[in-house]
């Protein structure tokens, strides 16, 4: 079977299927080679989506992430 490789869609680098960072938004691919790649990637979306909508959705996003981290606070809180 061959491989298939994957090309970076920030800094253009070959890389093998399976490692990287693969983000699938509706039919649209974005295949990212590294973190910092994805990072970069990122933040482009951010700024490409205008102060007024990514604030709504950073605010979303952040609130999302409170939830999953004090949930795993409880759990840790409760082995000890
Ligand atoms: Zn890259």
Known sequence: MPKTRNKCNVCGKIYPEGQGITLVVS???VTLHSRRCA???LKAIIDGL????S????KKVKKEFEEIVSKQALKT???I
């Open 27 to 29: 039919d649209e691919v």
């Open 39 to 41: 990072v970069k990637f």
């Open 50 to 53: 205008g102060p007024d909508v």
């Open 55 to 58: 604030r709504e959705v950073v």
């Open 77 to 79: 809180s409760k082995k």
